[in-house]
Structure formats: structure tokens, C-alpha cells
């Protein structure tokens, strides 16, 4: 059974930074691209990063792009989303998503999400 | 950046009603359309890939269709556990979109 587990949500002030973590199971977790897709409050769903199974590409969307990074260690089965100067905007559920395939980003299997807050 | 424009924002139907769900690409996207189904409170989850595939263990009361810029999500029979919200998505380009969604609620 594939689950994927988030973790590292929380509070924080604009300008501050947080790293929120995705553990998967039941897959062999380096075969398959990785993905970060949030969710405002009251909102709709956005794709916010993906990363492939080799960790070799790296793709985010532009409301993000030069402050969130995307990582992953295969080792633990673990990917990462390190966030920095984050913004009120920037509010939401962070939903970790597996990639149906290899480079195919249909999201087959979503974790429960984190909650992120950033407010002073 | 691809838009995707969803139709009705909000559809009122009562059990055992068809629902048809609209989803308009601003450009040819081929087939590569999903669609999620989220329930207040829950992760979203895949119901339909590449326009017309169910995915495991999604109940055959579900289907899609359309290609290019034009696509429908067709619930032929809604159960009590089907009102929800529906979101389509585009994985033909990237940035990989989704639309705004169209909650099913009960009339």
C-alpha cells in the first residue's frame, strides 16, 4: 500500500524559513518523480515543485521559484521542500504527490498535507 | 502558462442525478487531462488520467472524455459519497495547472 507521510508544517513570521518533509512507502520510491501541489485557505489546489526520481531535475512554479527548493534522499525515501522568505501568501496545505511514472505528473497517491502558516 | 477553466463553479443535484463536469484548456492539451475528486478535510485523489483512464479502484459510475481544449467528467449516477469537489488538471505543459474546481452539492 503506497502512503506518503508529511511532516514540518507550522507557524512562522514572514521572512522566516521552514523545510516540510514527505516520507513514502509501499513504492520504490527512487522509480518515481516526486511532487509538492498546496492549498490556500478556501482555495483551489497549485502545483508548487516536482522533482524527478533521480533527483537530477527540478522544476517550480514561478510563485515560488528562487525561494523553495526541492530535494530528495532516496536513501530514507524522503522528499523535502525547503522554503525560505516565505510570505503571507504562502499560507496553505503543502500536499506531498507521487508521480503516476517516471517524468508523467499525473498524481496518483497524495500524503494527508501539512499546514503552513506565515502571519506575524 | 495553460488555463484551465472549470464549468459550473457549483452544480446542485440530488442522488442518482447525472452530473456532467466541464473543463476548458486555453490551448491543445491532447489528452493529458486528469481529474481529483476532494472531500471536505481530505487529501485529493485521482479519479481519471489521461482524459479517459479510471484509476484503480475508482467506481466505473465515473468517466471522461473529450480531447484538445475540450473535456467532460460525467458521474452517471451520483452516490451520497460523490458530492465533493472536482478539479481538473493539465500535465501536457509545464507549469502543470489545475482548474479553479466545481463543487457537487446535494439539491
Known amino acids: 500500500e503506497v502512503q506518503l507521510l508529511e511532516s514540518g508544517g507550522g507557524s512562522v513570521q514572514p521572512g522566516g524559513s521552514l523545510r516540510v518533509s514527505c516520507e513514502g512507502s509501499?513504492?520504490?520510491?527512487?522509480?518515481?518523480?516526486m511532487n509538492w501541489v498546496r492549498q490556500a485557505p478556501g482555495k483551489g489546489l497549485e502545483w508548487v515543485s516536482s522533482i524527478s526520481g533521480n533527483a537530477r531535475t527540478a522544476q517550480y512554479a514561478d510563485a515560488v521559484k528562487g525561494r523553495f527548493t526541492i530535494s530528495r534522499d532516496n536513501s530514507k525515501n524522503t522528499v523535502f521542500l525547503q522554503m525560505n522568505n516565505l510570505r503571507a501568501e504562502d499560507t496553505a496545505i503543502y500536499y506531498c504527490?507521487?508521480?503516476?511514472?517516471?517524468?508523467?505528473?499525473?498524481?496518483?497517491?497524495w500524503g494527508q498535507g501539512t499546514r503552513v502558516t506565515v502571519s506575524s | 502558462e495553460i488555463v484551465l477553466t472549470q464549468s459550473p463553479a457549483t452544480l446542485s443535484l440530488s442522488p442518482g442525478e447525472r452530473a456532467t463536469l466541464s473543463c476548458r484548456a486555453s490551448q491543445n492539451i491532447s489528452a493529458y487531462l486528469n481529474w481529483y475528486q476532494q472531500k471536505p478535510g481530505q487529501a485529493p485523489r485521482l479519479l481519471i488520467y489521461?482524459?479517459?483512464y479510471r484509476a484503480p479502484d475508482i467506481p466505473a459510475r465515473f468517466s471522461g472524455s473529450g480531447s484538445g481544449t475540450d473535456f467532460t467528467l460525467t458521474i452517471s449516477s451520483l452516490e451520497p459519497e460523490d458530492f465533493a469537489v472536482y478539479y481538473c488538471q493539465q500535465r501536457s505543459n509545464w507549469p502543470w495547472t489545475f482548474g479553479q474546481g466545481t463543487k457537487v452539492e446535494i439539491k
Open positions: 489521461d482524459t479517459s
Open positions: 504527490a507521487k508521480g503516476q511514472a517516471p517524468f508523467r505528473y499525473t498524481f496518483d497517491f
Open positions: 509501499g513504492f520504490t520510491f527512487s522509480d518515481y518523480a
